[in-house]
């Protein structure tokens, strides 16, 4: 499937012979040389080159595929997967129709809300945008491609609201096998122990990586794009610390082994900027080793959250990070999540039934609340005092102690359970940083030619606090954003950014150039007057796009600043 022209071989064995500074035997057709460790160093030209096969990386195969590229992914594990393959799968979309038939209100705007506040508004607002707007359309797709989803829709731990779907098979392995099959439909290349070490940058421009497998050195060249989907940094404690150095080294972490943000470190190397890197995840309902499995659910709106005193200490449906902070100050820093029978199903989130649970020690059963008190070993007469406030609570649909928002039924029928659960360090929201196209921007700001990201690895989207259950769909709706873009980036593309002034502050444009001409002016952002602004909005770009030059376009009359603004703008990413 690999095209490997001729012209290539050549061009490739003199940039190998000059790296390895070897010469070729007399008649020596091998192209694959060795450097001075005896390392075999070959070469292998595609479109598109996707680094990391977790839910980003591909979403991003299959995308690009779709688009007609030929792609190769590289994974340094055995098997692809990443933390997407290990998630509960929890993935939220405002879906407003289907949530008004379980009587929940939403909107792709209040999705919008929670995010961007969610995260104290440190991410990009655009980015946010992109991902809820989109978010119910990539589930779509995930369909098309044979995901199913439970009919229900739920909530998970720090989603702050039930707009959470659910996959029928268990954690994130419907995410992977139907992405993995519709890949190996399509013929993408996927090369497993393969590790990515460097970014290749020729007259600025990233036109492949260098990978290692079993010793030998591979330069996998891309003829559209390099795209990093590499994820997070959770199980690299040193590179964590360096960040945070107030995060313990010995909060164990809910991440695969593969979590170590080499993706980061190749993208900083190279002038990428780096954003929010100290804001990491403390996942506040894991196992004692980090893990999410052994609970009962990781949905909050049945269960409350007790102490060893038997007493509630936060309002369940809180920000993560609220929570983690609250499980902390509670004594030995863990707590109980309750539950009665009511939402007890076949399996949990991760295939485990309720007996498993129970023989292994981490659920605890009652058939009576006082029961369940002894077995928890907390004071029976405050535990079931809390549980009777809270099903008050419920009832009234307020909570007077706590002010949670999030209810559905009663603690009410046994049997009852408790799981014991503690913080874990979960989701790393810093990274690179991108822009809508999932260009990676440099630190000057400026997109770098030919190198793009998606998933954990970027870091400009979820702020201070990503939201329970935005994770997947970012994997998703941005590796499926990268691989159409990348794709459909013809020899000669260029998409460049510049700023001009408007009437209510910067306007911030994209350019987009295919061999000298302006085939596409986008303004991505903007604060100027609702419909006054939006003849110029709509009509400068175009005349700009039609004339490709913004020397004789006419200003708008009525918004004549915006106007002027947007020519300015785009003059700066000409320049
Ligand atoms: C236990 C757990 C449960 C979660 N549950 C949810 C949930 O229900 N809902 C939700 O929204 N989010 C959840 N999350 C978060 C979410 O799963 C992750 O943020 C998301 O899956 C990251 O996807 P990704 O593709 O960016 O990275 P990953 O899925 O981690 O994939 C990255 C891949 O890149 C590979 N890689 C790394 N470096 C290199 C290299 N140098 N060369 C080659 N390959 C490399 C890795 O081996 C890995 O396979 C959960 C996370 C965990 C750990």
């Not at 705007?109 to 809820?132: A, C, I, K």
């Not at 989207?461 to 997947?472: P, Q, V």
Request: charged residues 30%.
């Amino acid at each position: 499937m690999k095209k490997i022209s001729l012209l290539s071989i050549i061009i490739s064995l003199v940039t190998l012979l000059a790296i390895v500074g070897c010469q070729p035997e007399e008649e020596d057709n091998d192209t694959s040389p060795t450097d001075e460790n005896g390392t075999e160093v070959s070469e292998e030209t595609s479109d598109v080159v996707i680094i990391g096969g977790g839910g980003a990386g591909m979403a991003a195969a299959v995308s690009a595929a779709e688009e007609g590229a030929e792609v190769v992914l590289i994974e340094k594990m055995p098997a692809i997967g990443g933390n997407t393959i290990i998630s509960a799968g929890a993935y939220n979309a405002a879906d407003p129709e289907r949530q008004a038939e379980q009587g929940i209100e939403d909107s792709v705007d209040f999705h919008f809300e929670q995010t961007y506040e969610g995260g104290d508004e440190q991410g990009d607002e655009e980015l946010v945008r992109t991902l809820v707007e989109n978010s119910l359309d990539t589930k779509h797709w995930l369909e098309e491609l044979g995901l199913e989803f439970e009919d229900e829709i739920d909530s998970v731990i720090g989603a702050m609201h039930e707009r959470t779907h659910y996959p029928v098979a268990p954690s994130g392995t419907g995410y992977i096998s139907v992405l993995e099959d519709t890949a190996n439909e399509l013929g993408v290349d996927i090369e497993l122990e393969t590790k990515a070490k460097q970014l290749i940058v020729e007259d600025d421009e990233v036109t492949g990586v260098i990978a290692e497998k079993d010793e030998d050195e591979i330069h996998y060249m891309a003829e559209d794009g390099v795209i990093l989907a590499t994820g997070g940094f959770s199980k690299n404690i040193e590179m964590r610390t360096e960040y945070d150095p107030e995060l313990e080294e010995d909060i164990p972490s809910s991440n695969q082994p593969s979590a170590t943000g080499e993706g980061i470190l190749m993208a900083e190397e190279i002038g990428a900027e780096l954003t929010n890197m100290d804001q990491i995840q403390i996942l506040p309902i894991a196992n004692e080793h980090g893990g999410l499995e052994g609970s009962t659910t990781i949905n909050i709106e049945n269960v409350v959250f007790v102490n060893q005193q038997g007493r509630r200490f936060v309002h369940e449906d809180a920000r993560r990070d609220v929570l983690a902070d609250a499980v902390f100050e509670q004594e030995g820093g863990y707590y109980y999540l309750i539950n009665d029978s009511q939402i007890i199903e076949e399996e949990n989130e991760y295939g485990e039934s309720i007996d498993e649970l129970i023989d292994a020690g981490s659920v605890k059963k009652g058939e009576t609340l006082e029961e369940l008190a002894r077995e928890i070993d907390v004071p029976e007469e405050e535990f079931v005092e809390t549980i009777e406030n809270f099903n008050e609570a419920v009832e009234a649909r307020e909570d007077e102690e706590f002010e949670r928002e999030v209810f559905s039924n009663k603690i009410e029928e046994g049997p009852f359970y408790a799981s014991i659960r503690y913080p874990s360090v979960h989701h790393t929201m810093g990274g690179v940083s991108i822009n809508t196209d999932t260009q990676i921007i440099s630190q000057e700001g400026d997109p770098i030619p030919g190198l793009y990201a998606a998933g954990e690895v970027t870091g400009n989207i979820h702020g201070t606090n990503r939201l329970g259950g935005n994770a997947i769909p970012d994997t998703m709706v941005f590796g499926r954003i990268a691989g159409q873009t990348v794709a459909g980036m013809e020899e000669g593309d260029e998409v460049l950014t510049g700023v001009g002034q408007g009437y209510g502050g910067n306007i911030e444009v994209e350019v987009h150039i295919t061999d000298d001409e302006i085939t596409q002016v986008e303004v991505i952002e903007h604060n100027e007057t609702d419909r006054v602004s939006d003849p110029a909005l709509e009509k400068i770009p175009y005349e700009i796009v039609k004339q490709n030059s913004t020397e004789d376009v006419d200003t708008v009359s009525g918004a004549t600043d915006t106007s002027a603004g947007i020519l300015e703008a785009v003059e700066d990413a000409l320049e």
